[in-house]
């Protein structure tokens, strides 16, 4: 697909401010740069502190999103997690209950500054939320070593565990856990590993991961990341950034066309926003997302909207970031 032109680009761009309703990674405001193309809304929203080099991609898949076309779709709606932040286990049932009829939870572990014993505590009130037929899944943005890996996902094992998603930073660590582990029966999902990897397809010809952890932003769009998921030939988990609600309908336009689904992906985050860029934001309803395209309502963008100095920020990334692109072709 040929580039759009910058000017066409930044004619119809926003940049919005979005509050959190919990603490996540960090933040509590999400800032976001969405713009509208031939095809529709579409978003692009690396986390500030990423690098050009890397942000360039993201740019890719919204200009995928916006200015191409649709892969063949296999569904219309999609199953989604519950997503629990690094909160207090007495905040648990409060964080699922935003996530109506979701059977799946992915809780937050490895927090700086917090310990295995609140891990355990937030995991084990995820457990008795969902009671014995829900699914836990816990992540740990590779903030364990191979030692501590091992330590805590023994601790979090009786808790029923689905997969244990980037405990640890590298894909050698990986396949070292997974090795100490085979007797234990507990998955390893690669995200960081796959989205942050030069090599994406790295992680799966190592044998260092069960499941692979997908985002379209960070791979390039829709059918950049398919095509790293038919080479890998291993499950996938299609996932988000924290979007807003059009980076999460790109999201479910990738699980859409994945030809086997067959885990709850992690695209009901909207329900972890305080505001949305649409009045019909993706909530997860009865457990699953619809696979549409959402467009952006202008009073909200103009309420959510950042500062000047902000939105320079913004376009002069975008600037420097569709340099990047126009320097591959």
């Not at 836990?136 to 244990?164: F, M, S, T």
Request: glycine fraction near 8%.
């Amino acid at each position: 697909m040929a580039l759009p032109g910058l000017d066409e680009v930044l004619e119809t761009l926003h940049v919005v401010a979005l509050p959190l309703a919990t603490r996540f990674r960090g933040i509590t405001v999400r800032e976001a740069a969405v713009f509208e193309g031939p095809s529709g809304w579409t978003e692009f929203s690396p986390f500030i502190e990423y690098q050009d080099a890397e942000a360039s991609t993201w740019l890719a898949a919204a200009y995928d999103f916006g200015w191409g076309g649709l892969p063949e779709l296999r569904r219309d709606s999609i199953r989604v997690n519950a997503t629990v932040p690094a909160v207090a286990a007495a905040d648990v049932a409060g964080v699922l209950a935003r996530f109506p009829g979701c059977r799946t939870a992915k809780v937050k572990v490895a927090e700086p500054g917090q310990s295995l014993a609140e891990d355990v505590a937030r995991v084990a009130a995820a457990r008795e939320a969902f009671g014995p037929v829900g699914r836990i899944r816990v992540d740990a943005n590779g903030l364990w070593n191979v030692d501590e890996a091992e330590h805590a996902i023994h601790a979090l094992a009786p808790y029923d565990l689905e997969y244990v998603e980037q405990p640890c930073t590298t894909i050698d660590e990986l396949a070292e856990l997974r090795a100490r582990l085979r007797d234990w029966d507990v998955a390893i999902a690669a995200d960081e590993s796959v989205r942050k990897a030069s090599d994406p397809l790295a992680v799966a010809r190592a044998g260092a991961a069960d499941v692979l952890v997908v985002k379209a932003q960070p791979l390039g769009g829709i059918r950049a990341a398919l095509a790293i998921v038919a080479e890998a030939g291993l499950p996938v988990v299609v996932s988000s950034a924290i979007d807003t609600s059009i980076g999460l309908a790109m999201g479910a336009f990738l699980a859409a066309a994945v030809p086997d689904l067959g885990y709850d992906c992690g695209l009901g985050t909207a329900a972890l926003l305080g505001a949305d860029v649409t009045a019909s934001p993706l909530l997860p309803v009865d457990g699953a997302i619809p696979v549409a395209r959402v467009s952006a309502d202008a009073a909200l963008l103009a309420q959510h909207a950042t500062s000047a100095d902000r939105r320079d920020w913004w376009v002069q990334r975008i600037t420097r970031c569709h340099q990047v692109l126009t320097a591959r072709e």
